[in-house]
């Protein structure tokens, strides 16, 4: 262990390093031909090498081409950068390297507290047992939809995990138009089929448009489909809106429906200045997927499902039979007995770390500057006479479009579509795209601690340098 002795505080310093410097530098750059065939053609070395010499690797070929994310002028996807307290306990974790899956040790006793200031932190009830980290939020939603699925076929007598779903007609699930593709990615892995989901339209403001939903449930159930889930968004990644959830569960209450609310990106949000009103209903949710490794900062991965109850994912997921279960030694059992995972890393205490360095004050505040700078950017948005704003900045997320005078109104979309990879390529700015009802948008995510205003104005400079690429 001498050498780890001698190269670890050279790899600490390189990561603080590209961290202090990160800023400087451009946001994203294309991979130089030489780095590309050394990053994916390098042959398996058949004798090893010093700890010494692969940081020089890392120095050389790996930190000089990040996805942009540490850069306070990324707006790309919902990336963020990583917390400080989270880097600096990563190689700790990977030091101890336990299984937590489950046992008495520190790895499965800090994810207990990890997971109860999560749901704390998001105002929602807390069971022990009721929940656990995962990969992000999409192996989050499989978990809670395997769930609900075993809640609702078993309230027919059937147990899906014997039978699967032979001899069981269909269930059906409500998504909104603007529900994460992971919902659909669930979905189509339980075996509940693409046909049995409905797309519930969306309001003006991006929002489940409740009407819409009744209407389906109604008409499934006229034509002998099962309802069996409703699977609202607190924070949708294309504009950041948060669905009316109390409404929402209201409606699931009245059909029996399983009640799931994706906050994966947006739960936090329920911090945001005088935003706790518009999520209100969150706390009425039987699962809550929310993703520390989005908004909160954790270095990747950190996901998180949270259930009303903890017996549910236990019902659907343990090979423990309840006769073996030591309740006297430990009544919550091994987080392997509440999803697909078995051998499970230490995710806690990244998440731990980074909760407590910043305390709920610290979140709070991470949550009200970047929806602050949002809000900002939206403004700038509306002001300027070459841009739309396309729906209302709610969380931290701004989808606009870019309009430049004299052109013609039909190569908006062209234009808008082409725009986010030539601002990536200019280096200064980093933004991605999406469609809105069909239209091409720009959407800015603001996740950094460290963007300040005059990073949107380079922003919005970038991008119209960018269609001046394209012949303005
Ligand atoms: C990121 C995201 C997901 C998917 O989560 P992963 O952590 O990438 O698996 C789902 N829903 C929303 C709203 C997201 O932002």
């Not at 010494?52 to 081409?65: I, M, N």
């Not at 008409?219 to 409703?230: K, M, W, Y």
């Not at 806690?348 to 700078?373: F, K």
Request: include cysteine; charge should be neutral.
């Amino acid at each position: 262990m001498s050498e780890l002795r001698e190269a670890g505080p050279a790899a600490a310093d390189l990561a603080a390093g590209h961290l202090s410097s990160v800023a400087a530098g451009p946001v994203w750059r294309p991979v130089a031909d030489a780095d590309r065939s050394w990053l994916t053609g390098q042959p398996l070395p058949a004798a090893g090498r010093p700890l010494a010499e692969l940081l020089e690797d890392v120095r050389e070929r790996v930190l000089p081409y990040p996805m942009g994310n540490g850069h306070p002028r990324f707006f790309g996807w919902v990336n963020s950068p990583p917390s400080p307290a989270g880097v600096l306990v990563a190689p700790l974790a990977a030091a101890l390297n336990p299984s937590c899956a489950g046992g008495e040790h520190a790895g499965v006793l800090l994810e207990r507290t990890a997971v109860r200031w999560l749901a704390e932190l998001v105002g929602f009830p807390h069971r022990p047992g009721a929940g656990l980290l995962t990969s992000g939020a999409s192996m989050a939603t499989v978990i809670a939809l395997a769930t609900a699925r075993q809640r609702a076929l078993r309230a027919q007598g059937h147990d899906v995990r014997e039978t699967g779903l032979y001899g069981h007609g269909p269930l059906a699930l409500y998504l909104s138009a603007e529900g994460h593709s992971c919902l659909r990615k669930a979905a189509e892995l339980l075996g509940l089929g693409t046909r049995h989901l409905r797309t519930v339209p969306v309001d003006a403001a991006f929002r489940m448009d409740t009407g819409a939903l009744r209407r389906l449930i109604a008409a499934d159930l006229a034509a002998g489909v099962r309802p069996f889930l409703v699977a609202a968004s607190a924070g949708t990644v294309n504009t950041g809106a948060v669905d009316p959830l109390a409404e929402i569960a209201g409606i699931a209450a009245e059909h029996g429906l399983w009640f799931h609310v994706d906050g994966a990106y947006g739960a936090l949000g329920v911090l945001g200045e005088g935003a706790g009103p518009r999520y209100a209903g969150l706390e009425r949710a039987d699962s809550l997927a929310l993703d520390p490794h989005k908004w909160l900062g954790v270095p990747v991965d950190a996901g998180c499902v949270l259930f009303r109850d903890p017996a549910g994912p236990r019902d659907a997921f343990s090979l423990v039979p309840p006769y073996l279960r030591d309740d006297a030694a430990d009544a919550l059992g091994w987080f392997s007995e509440y999803g697909p995972e078995q051998t499970r890393p230490f995710r806690a205490l990244r998440v731990w770390a980074t909760l407590s360095h910043l305390g709920r004050e610290g979140v709070t505040r991470l949550v009200r500057h970047t929806s602050r700078l949002a809000r900002t950017l939206a403004g700038m948005v509306e002001d300027a006479g070459d841009f739309e704003l396309l729906a209302p900045a709610v969380t931290s997320v701004v989808a606009f479009r870019h309009l430049p005078a004299g052109r013609a109104p039909g190569a908006a979309d062209a234009l808008n579509e082409a725009i986010p990879a030539a601002v990536q390529r200019r280096g200064r700015a980093f933004l991605t795209g999406t469609r809105l009802s069909g239209t091409a948008a720009l959407r800015a995510c603001v996740l950094h601690p460290e963007t300040t205003e005059a990073d949107l104005g380079v922003l919005l400079d970038e991008i119209r340098a960018a269609a001046r690429e394209f012949g303005a």
